[in-house]
C-alpha cells in the first residue's frame, strides 16, 4: 500500500509541476491565450469535483475501524521508554481492539511486521485510552515501535509480540 | 491600485538587511545540524542519542525561527513600500526575536534540553533525566520573547492599515470579495498583510496560552493541563506559525517578479477570495496533525483531511496559475533571485502534494510520523520558503549592470535545486519505506536511504553556502 501512496503523490507532484513548467519554459513564447481566465476555472473547478469525490469516497466508510462484539481485547500500556501489553500470542485472523495508554508522556502505538512494513498506529496519551482495531492475516513475530517522539530513548521504545494460529 | 517603485531605498533597510544575512547564516548553519542527523541516521557517526535529539531540537526551532524571521522581514519590507511603518517597532521585533533566540540556544546546548520544537505537553517536564527544568522554562520563555514580538510586529501593520484603509477589514479587502467597489483596493502585498496578521496572532495567541501552562505545569508539577487540549493548542500555534513563514514570503513574488515581467500582479475578486480562503483553512486544518488521535470527535478529523485538500485549491489553482499567466510571454530574463522566486512557488506548490495524501485518514495511518512527513515540508519550505527568501535576499543586493545568470550562479542554483529535491524526495521513499521520523539511530536496513540523504544535504549545504556568500559579497559591494 505504501508503494502505492508513493507512485501516486510521485504521479501527481509530476503533474503539478508538468502545469507550472510549461509556463517557465515558455518566457520567451507566446502571451497567454484569451481563454486563459477560463482554463483556470476549469483547473480549480476540477480540484473541488475531485476533492469532493476523493472525499467521500474515502471517508463513507470511516477509516479508524470499529470493533465488533468478538473482538479480542488487548490493552497496552507504555511509558518512556517502555511497553508492556496483556498478551504476546495474539490469534492469526482474530479482530483485535488494542485500548492504549501512557503513563507519563505522548508515545505513538506503530504496529509493524517482520519485514518492517507499518501496518496500522494510534498515538498514546496520558490520561487518555486510545483504540486501534487490527486483525492480522499472517502468523509470525510483530514489532511495536514509538511513533511520536517521548524523550532521549525514544528510539528504543521497541517490543515484541507473536501471531499464532490456532491450536499453535 | 497605487504603483510604487519598491527599489527605492528607505528608512529601516539597513535592519532589513541585516535580518537576511542573520537568517541566512542560520539557515546554512541548521543545514549543517541536519546533514549531521541524517549521516548519524545512515551509521556514518556515532552521536551520543541526547545530542542527536538537541540537535533535532535546534534544527526545528532553528529553521521555522529563521524561516518566520526571512518571511516577517519581506513582509515588512514591502508593506513598508505602500504604508509608513515605524523602524522602531522592527528594531524591537528583531530585538525580542534575538533574545528568544538566545534563551532557545541555552537552554539546548547549555541546558541540555532536547524536547523538539513542538514541545509535546508534559514532555519538557518528563526528561527522564536528560534536562531539567529550568532548561525547558529558557527553552520555552525563548517561544515567548518570540512571540511577544511577533505580535508587536502584527500590531504595527494593523495600525498603519487601519489607517490607511479605515479598517482591517477593508485592508483584507473583503468588501471587494463581496460585491464592493474595486476603488481603493489594497495592492496584493497588503492584503497578504492583513490576512497573516490575523491569523497568525490568532495562533501565537494559543501558543501563548499553551506556553503559560507549561512553565507553570514546569515550576509546580501539580498543575496539570489535559494533555488533548494541550496537544491541539500546539498543533494550531506550529501549524499557523509555520504556514504564516511561507503567506509572509510569497509578498517577494508579488512585488519582485512584476519587475522582471512588467506584468503587476493584481488584486483581482479571485485573489481576494483566496486569501479569504487561507484565512480560514489556515486555522481550520490543524486537525491533520491529529488524526491518529481517535479520541477527539470524528468530525474534527473528517475536517482536518477535507480542509487539508482544499487548502491546496487556492495554492495551485490561484498563485502558481496567475505565476504561470504572468510569466508566460513575458520575456522575463532568468537571473539568480528570479530563478529563486519561482522556485519557491513551484516547491511550495509541488510540496503540499505529500502533505494533502497525508491529510487523508486511511493514509495517515501508514505515514503519520515516518519520514513521509519531513518529506513534505522539506519540499515546501526548502524548495519553497527558503528559496523565496534567498531570492529576495539575492535581490535586495543585485548588481544592476549583471543581466543575465553568470555560470557560478547557475551552478550554485541546480545544486541548490538538485540537491534540495534528492534530499526531500528521499525522506518520501523512507516514509514509504515505513522509517520512523524522529530516530536517533536507525537499523541497519534503513540506512542507506539516510547515507544517500546525507550526499544530497551536502549538496544542499555547499550550495547555500554558495548563495550567502554571494549576499554578503553584494552587501559589501553595496555598501
Known amino acids: ?168 | 491600485m497605487s504603483t510604487i517603485d519598491i527599489s527605492q531605498p528607505a528608512k529601516g533597510d539597513g535592519l532589513i538587511k541585516l535580518t537576511m544575512l542573520l537568517g541566512g547564516v542560520v539557515f546554512l548553519l541548521m543545514m549543517v545540524f541536519g546533514l549531521v542527523m541524517r549521516a548519524q541516521q545512515g551509521g556514518w557517526l556515532d552521536l551520543d542519542p541526547a545530542l542527536f535529539y538537541q540537535l533535532l531540537t535546534a534544527h526545528g526551532a532553528g529553521m521555522v525561527g529563521s524561516a518566520a524571521l526571512s518571511g516577517a522581514a519581506i513582509l515588512w519590507y514591502f508593506t513598508g513600500r505602500h504604508v509608513p511603518l515605524r523602524s522602531g517597532i522592527y528594531l524591537a521585533f528583531l530585538g525580542l526575536f534575538l533574545l528568544g533566540v538566545v534563551l532557545i540556544l541555552g537552554a539546548i546546548f547549555v541546558g541540555g534540553y532536547g524536547g523538539a520544537w513542538t514541545f509535546l505537553f508534559p514532555l519538557p517536564a518528563l526528561s527522564g533525566g536528560a534536562w531539567e527544568a529550568w532548561a525547558a522554562i529558557g527553552f520555552i520563555l525563548g517561544y515567548l520573547f518570540i512571540g511577544v514580538g511577533f505580535l508587536l510586529f502584527y500590531l504595527e501593520i494593523g495600525i498603519q492599515l487601519v489607517k490607511r484603509y479605515g479598517g482591517l477589514l477593508k485592508a483584507l479587502g473583503w468588501h471587494y470579495l463581496f460585491g464592493g467597489s474595486a476603488e481603493d483596493v489594497p495592492p496584493p502585498t497588503l492584503i497578504a498583510a492583513a490576512s497573516v496578521l490575523v491569523f497568525n496572532t490568532i495562533g501565537i495567541v494559543f501558543g501563548a496560552a499553551v506556553i503559560a501552562a507549561s512553565i507553570i505545569n514546569l515550576i509546580w508539577p501539580d498543575f496539570a493541563v489535559d494533555p488533548l487540549f494541550a496537544k491541539n493548542a500546539i498543533y494550531f500555534f506550529g501549524h499557523v506559525f509555520i504556514n504564516a513563514t511561507i503567506y509572509m514570503a510569497i509578498t517577494a513574488v508579488y512585488e519582485i517578479v512584476p519587475t522582471y515581467t512588467g506584468r503587476p500582479w493584481k488584486t483581482t475578486r479571485l485573489f481576494v477570495g483566496a486569501w479569504f480562503a487561507v484565512v480560514i483553512f489556515v486555522q481550520a486544518v490543524y486537525f491533520h496533525h491529529l488524526l491518529q488521535d481517535v479520541n477527539i470527535p470524528a468530525w474534527a478529523l473528517a475536517v482536518g483531511q477535507i480542509v487539508s485538500y482544499a487548502s491546496g485549491v487556492p495554492l495551485i489553482g490561484v498563485t502558481m496559475f496567475s505565476l504561470a499567466l504572468y510569466l508566460k510571454g513575458s520575456g522575463l530574463k532568468w537571473d539568480l533571485p528570479a530563478s529563486l522566486l519561482v522556485l519557491g512557488v513551484v516547491g511550495w506548490s509541488i510540496g503540499v502534494i505529500p502533505a494533502i495524501i497525508d491529510g487523508m485518514i486511511a493514509v495517515n495511518k501508514l505515514m503519520h510520523n515516518t519520514q513521509w512527513v519531513p518529506g513534505h515540508f522539506h519540499t515546501y519550505l526548502l524548495l519553497g520558503e527558503v528559496a523565496m527568501a534567498f531570492g529576495f535576499a539575492a535581490w535586495l543586493v543585485r548588481d544592476k549592470a549583471q543581466t543575465a545568470m553568470s555560470a557560478l550562479d547557475k551552478l550554485v542554483f541546480r545544486a541548490y535545486v538538485g540537491g534540495g529535491a534528492g534530499f526531500a524526495l528521499i525522506f518520501l521513499w523512507s516514509g514509504a519505506s515505513s522509517i520512523p521520523r524522529r530516530w536517533a539511530v536507525h537499523y541497519e536496513a534503513w540506512q542507506f536511504q539516510s547515507q544517500l540523504a546525507t550526499v544530497f544535504a551536502c549538496v544542499v549545504v555547499l550550495a547555500t553556502l554558495g548563495l550567502v556568500l554571494r549576499y554578503v559579497r553584494g552587501l559589501l559591494r553595496s555598501a
Open chain 1, 1 to 168: 500500500m505504501q508503494t502505492l501512496i508513493l507512485i501516486v503523490t510521485l504521479l501527481v507532484m509530476m503533474g503539478v509541476l508538468a502545469l507550472i513548467m510549461r509556463a517557465v519554459l515558455a518566457t520567451e513564447g507566446p502571451e497567454p491565450s484569451a481563454n486563459a481566465p477560463k482554463t483556470r476555472s476549469k483547473v480549480i473547478w476540477s480540484m473541488v469535483v475531485l476533492g469532493l469525490v476523493v472525499s467521500v469516497t474515502s471517508l463513507r466508510e470511516w477509516p479508524h475501524t470499529q470493533a465488533g462484539g468478538d473482538a479480542l481485547v488487548v490493552n497496552i500500556e507504555s511509558g518512556q521508554w517502555w511497553w508492556d501489553t496483556d498478551t504476546t500470542e495474539i490469534p492469526l485472523g482474530q479482530q483485535v481492539e488494542f485500548r492504549v495508554t501512557t503513563e507519563d508522556v505522548n508515545q505513538g502505538l506503530g504496529i509493524y511486521n517482520s519485514d518492517m512494513q507499518l501496518l496500522v498506529q494510534v498515538q498514546a496519551m496520558p490520561s487518555y485510552t486510545n483504540k486501534v482495531v487490527y486483525t492480522f492475516e499472517e502468523p509470525g513475530t510483530y514489532q511495536i515501535l514509538c511513533m511520536e517522539f517521548c524523550g532521549i530513548a525514544h528510539h528504543a521504545m521497541t517490543y515484541e509480540f507473536d501471531v499464532v494460529e490456532a491450536g499453535a
